[in-house]
């Protein structure tokens, strides 16, 4: 779970947190709480970042710096406001995140890790041997923050700055979560099940969406450097290196990376141990040295092996059992519906392939295919294993490009664009291989089938400016769960589903994006039969509504009763086009299926 699932306590605590400065408790707590709340900003970001998009960072630590440095230069050099060294950082670092996201986010596997650590390092040596910030001797005298006539000099009142701002941020990255990007940034995770292939479907640009990520956790450290600066009142490049990149990151494994709340809970957590460690350890061991790093080693190994979600998830489990859960299962169907698209008339021209052909390298794919769909047909593509069917699929949704040929949609020609355009001009389809997120429920699943029918952004999302939209895209997700039948399980998580269910989620989901032309990437595989005989049902009724469908399938008599005509293909070319009866009696057809006598005998190819 990515958001706080106790309000009320939630509530009660942050009451009590923000009323803490006014009690006589002890300077030192209140040290701790404000180191606490500046590490929480930035381990906040990477939640964001590496823990839902999946896009680990080991710089968030100079984007701090940037912040620290940008406030440090223009009060203590230009003897400007705080206020406006706080502007001037956020400019600053959102200009370099979207420069270095620019360049890094298209990397996969190691290379945006390795990209951020030599960022955290080429910044921390640049700030260190310019002259005019210092060097590593640094800026001092940096003045106290002020807004009117109050003066935030002390740690009990910068208290307040800073966790409101932590407050304030974790608030609007739950909302963020919660929201038409939220659910495609939590798409996007490769580790959990993700990737850029089905959200490029709905019609999102993936990259967008990590550069948005990257900048949004930039900007979060960026705040926390300048809370720093003008609580420590001096800044110098220590607390921005490579060290500092690994412990932010470290804190947000050990609490939770998926969650909110482990923000907190690990910026406290490692906070709290280390200053003991540091006490006790040189104790031990007799003599001084950076031992802590030693017994984090150890506890990140134990944490990745015992508890890999982190130490958060733990404790909601056991919050659970004691206080009321948030109930998250209001739908307001009464909301107006999301627009809709205009459907071509039954029977008109929807769907012209012309000569398609994919060639990787020397092999052929497909090989000059062709084929057209009118409004309100089921067409069928079948073909032995290796017929490049799912190829085809492939080329006309977007998702590969072409050699050459021609597809035409609705009247456009669509050949050569990508997968999120030709969404756009009313395509929809599900996948040979069930891409949902396991780890949100059916209906949000769903409800990312309505990202092109909203509108609302990260920013109105994280101000909770998006919520009427929000109720009318949930609203949408349950009428089309209805649909097909799966209304009571809306609210369970897709991970734990069948795969029968599965399948229909996805399509739900197709549905929800209100197409003209649906693809069903062989929808009854690994299905039992009960599942293949509400499959049915569900296209039947699809088909009635006016729905036109092309399905790639292996089970023959699957693909008998429910189609209108059927594509078949052999070796990536075309073979034969017919109805269901002309295909069963083409000998062509027996021949492609290894000299099958009777393609019916057992109800599968």
Known sequence: MTRFPFPLPAAAATVLLLGLPLLPVPDFWITQLNYIGLFSLVVLGLVLLTGVGGLTSFGQAAFAGVGAYATGYLTTVLGLSPWLGLIAGLAVTAALALAIGALTLRMSGHYLPLATICWCLALYYLIGNLEVLGKYDGLLGLPAVTLGDVSF???????????????????????????????????????????STMPEAMGASTLRYKLVMFVIAALLACVSGWLYAHMQRSVNPSPFGIKFGIEYLFMAVVGGIGTVGGAFAGAALVKLAEDQLKVWLPLVFGGSGNYEIIVFGIVLVLVLRFAPDGLWPLVSRLLARVLPARDARAVDETAPPLASRSHPPRGAALLDVRAIRKQFGGLVAVNDISFQIRAGDIVGLIGPNGAGKSTTFNLVSGVLPLTRGEVELLGQRVDGRGSRDIARAGLSRTFQHVKLVPDMTVLENVALGCYLRTKSGAVAAMLGLDRAEERQARAEAMRQLRRIGLADQAFELAGNLAL??????????????????????????????????????VLKQLKAEGLSLLLVEHDMDFVMKLTDRIVVMEFGRWLMEGTPPEVQASPAVRAAYLGADDLTDEGRI
């Open 500 to 537: 029968g269910p599965q399948r229909l989620v996805e399509i739900a989901r197709a549905l929800a994006s209100d197409p003209s032309l649906l693809l069903l990437d062989e929808p009854a595989a690994g299905l039992r039969h009960k599942e293949k005989e509400a499959l049915a049902e």
């Open 153 to 195: 000099q002390s740690e009990r009142r910068i208290y307040w700055l800073i966790w409101g701002a932590a407050l304030l941020a974790a608030l609007g990255v739950t909302r963020l979560l919660d929201s038409r990007p939220g659910r495609i940034m939590r798409a996007l995770n490769a580790n959990r099940g993700g990737g």
